[in-house]
């Protein structure tokens, strides 16, 4: 098999480079180790910045996302039984997001994919990537149980944190930070108690109120690093999180059945270069943030426009510049979203070795963006999106 760009992963990351490619006119195959109905139903992200939802757009993937995603034009701030609104358009100059889910962005994407005819390999695993160095890297990979190999002229590995690719960039450098927490995440079918996100800081730990739809809410608690999710219950949930969202107002939380419930590890890493020779990491295969400033699949995004920017020039134009400033234009924009993904998480989550000390400089700094218009206008540009490129 040959093709222009070997893609590996058909994650968001993957699969929207598919598509661009694919509009600018350049051929490419993607691999994908699961099954199709695996990648359609895998629960993540769920909220696209305002850039993200641009490109989807400008790709013709944002048909139903415009029809059936939530544009929200705020979240909200609770702490000390307290409740603030950040409202994002009147702090960025109009800017907002969309909460539509990873799930669906999938599902949007193959579907194109495939109406377009474009190779897309499920139950196809990469195995390595060989040659990155030379003009001609390869993919080796099983499918059926049968190993071959896909030459291409570059390869993008987009297969995630625990994905081949990494490990084919010799002499790299990783920053990583674990934290002495977890999420626990539950989808449960009942109307979202609140029409915007609420992220809440309280001293028995984190809860974030998200949405996947008017009828399906998203919900996290902060529980330890080593939680199992079997060892709570539907009712110690909702008791937990009814706790943590307490406010000295009338406001109530709905409860309904749970219908999945994981447990989600919290990191921050970046792999730096993001390219070795004609291999190129995207997404997640390249970083991590954790997720409460709702970036990952947005910097998945920004990473695979910039390749797509920057191969496109080469073929227009002959010049390998853009395609050797790929790592860098990539890593001030992931460095940025780690910063704000740290902030966050440090703002918002309970250590548990935290002094009294620290416990009163977190409200502060809460007190801080709830009371200064800049300190408010700091964390509404980063979480409305920073610039691709
Ligand atoms: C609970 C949770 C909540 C999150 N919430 C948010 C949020 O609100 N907003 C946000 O922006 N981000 C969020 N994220 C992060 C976001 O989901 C990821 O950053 C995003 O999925 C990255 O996309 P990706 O395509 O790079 O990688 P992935 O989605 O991990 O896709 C990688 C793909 O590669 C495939 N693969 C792996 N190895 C191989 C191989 N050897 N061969 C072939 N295929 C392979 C995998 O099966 C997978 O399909 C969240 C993540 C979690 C876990």
Redesign the pocket.
């Known amino acids: 098999m040959r093709t222009t760009v070997g893609i ?9 480079l598919a598509r661009l490619l694919h509009n600018a006119g350049i051929d490419s195959v993607v ?4 099954d199709r109905a ?2 359609e139903r ?8 305002q850039g ?1 939802v641009d490109v989807l757009r400008e790709a013709g993937a944002g048909e139903r996302m415009d029809r059936e995603g939530l544009r929200h034009d705020g979240i909200e701030l609770r702490f000390d039984r307290r409740r603030h609104r950040v409202d994002f358009p009147a702090l960025t100059g109009g800017r907002s997001v969309m909460v539509y889910a ?1 799930t669906e962005v ?1 599902k949007d994407l193959i579907a194109l994919r495939i109406e377009e005819g474009g190779p897309l390999l499920f139950e ?4 390595a990537v060989e040659g990155a160095d030379t003009d001609r890297p390869r993919v080796r ?1 099983r499918r059926e149980g049968v190993e071959d190999v896909l030459e291409c002229d570059y390869v993008v590995g ?8 990494r490990s084919a960039v010799p002499d790299g450098r990783t920053f990583e930070r674990t934290y002495p927490f977890s ?1 626990l ?1 539950i989808l449960a079918d009942v109307a979202p108690s609140h029409d915007e996100l609420v992220y809440a800081r309280h001293d028995r730990g984190f809860a974030l109120l ?1 949405m996947r739809s008017p009828s399906v809410s998203r919900l ?1 608690l902060q529980v330890p690093a080593d939680t199992d999710a079997d060892d709570w219950s539907d009712e110690r949930i909702w008791d937990e999180l009814e706790r943590r969202f307490e406010t000295d107002d009338d406001w109530t939380l709905r409860r309904g059945p749970v219908t999945q419930k ?1 447990v ?1 590890p919290m990191r921050s890493y970046v792999h730096e270069p993001m390219r070795h020779g004609r291999l190129f990491l ?4 390249a970083h ?2 954790p ?1 409460t ?8 995004v920004g ?1 695979v426009v910039t390749f797509a920017r920057a191969l496109a020039h080469r073929t227009a134009t002959g010049s390998d510049d853009l395609l050797d400033a790929y790592s860098a234009t990539c890593l001030r924009r992931v460095w940025q979203a780690e910063r704000f993904s740290y902030d966050m998480t440090t703002l918002l989550h309970t250590a548990p070795d935290a002094t009294p000390f620290e416990d009163r400089l977190q409200l502060a700094r809460l007190d801080r963006i709830a009371s200064s218009r800049a300190a408010e206008t700091d964390l509404a540009e980063a979480y409305t999106g920073f610039p691709i490129g």
């Open positions: 590996i992963g058909a994650g968001p990351a993957g699969l929207l691999l994908e180790s699961r695996y990648v895998r629960q993540r992200a769920g909220i696209l910045e993200t990873q999938c196809t695993e990469a195995l990979f987009c297969d995630g944190f625990w994905g081949v690719a999420w995440g998200s996290y994981s989600t995207a997404g997640d295969a991590i943030v997720p400033g709702a970036k990952g699949l947005n910097l998945a990473d």
